[in-house]
């Protein structure tokens, strides 16, 4: 069996990371790093364990693998294939869109939100405030908004028709599918725009045993709830 270990950052993308390890029932050593509470950022020392500094970072036999995605994938191909749907069908395709996806596509809008967010609070000059304010809300308005609308729209419209992203198995698609609909839930409101089926699939998630393990071991999640 290999030897693992987690760096974990609180309310980041390694919260899935522990939850795929979870549902995969290996061990696992967890290191926990905390954010600067000024800046948010993760610490320094987590360029000690790769150049990006950045969590989550997965060491699996003395080897550093970085990028969530390809960590998840990784981990799936080595430890849990029952989590991936059989090569050449119609859940094998859904899966790999999914993969890509989450980063690629939903996460950039994510991010846009989380730093117009970060602007319209950040501490300026009084006389300021209504120019950065402003200029926070019309991106918002302009491309933020309406990105995320566009984006939680057809995921809704796609977990209308099943319970899980590739259909009726949960699959690893799901663990990498969830930090960008956590986040989208506090950061874009989804579920409070009539989203019935994102609900629904974050209600299911959340129920998990593995989702409700990886909570315990990580400690706090913002987005859990």
């Not at 993308?13 to 979870?22: F, G, N, V």
């Not at 992203?165 to 990498?176: L, V, Y």
Request: with cysteine.
């Amino acid at each position: 069996m290999s030897e693992i270990t987690v760096h974990h950052l609180s309310d980041s993308r390694s919260q899935r990371t522990l939850w795929l390890l979870e549902e995969l029932g290996v061990d696992y050593e967890l290191v926990i790093h905390q954010r600067n509470p000024k800046t948010m950022r993760a610490p320094a020392a987590l360029r000690e364990v790769h150049p990006l500094g950045k969590a989550p970072v997965v060491v699996v036999d003395g080897v550093p693998l970085a990028e969530s995605g390809a960590i998840t994938e990784t981990l799936v191909e080595q430890l849990g294939p029952q989590l991936a749907p059989p090569a050449g069908t119609d859940a094998a395709r859904w899966y790999r869109f999914w993969m890509h996806y989450a980063e690629g596509s939903f996460a950039p809008p994510l991010l846009v939100k989380l730093i117009t967010r970060r602007i319209a609070s950040a501490p300026v000059p009084f006389f300021l405030k209504p120019v950065v304010r402003r200029i926070a809300g019309t991106v918002d308005a302009t491309y933020t908004d309406p990105e995320l609308q566009l984006h939680l729209s057809f995921i809704d419209g796609h977990l209308g028709g099943v319970p899980w992203f590739c259909g009726e198995a949960f699959s690893a698609a799901d663990i990498q599918m969830s930090f960008g609909l956590e986040a989208a839930s506090a950061r874009a409101s989804a579920p409070a725009h009539g989203r019935a089926a994102i609900r629904g699939w974050l209600d299911r998630s959340r129920a998990r045993p593995a989702y409700q393990r990886a909570l315990e071991r990580g400690g706090p999640y913002a987005y859990a709830g």
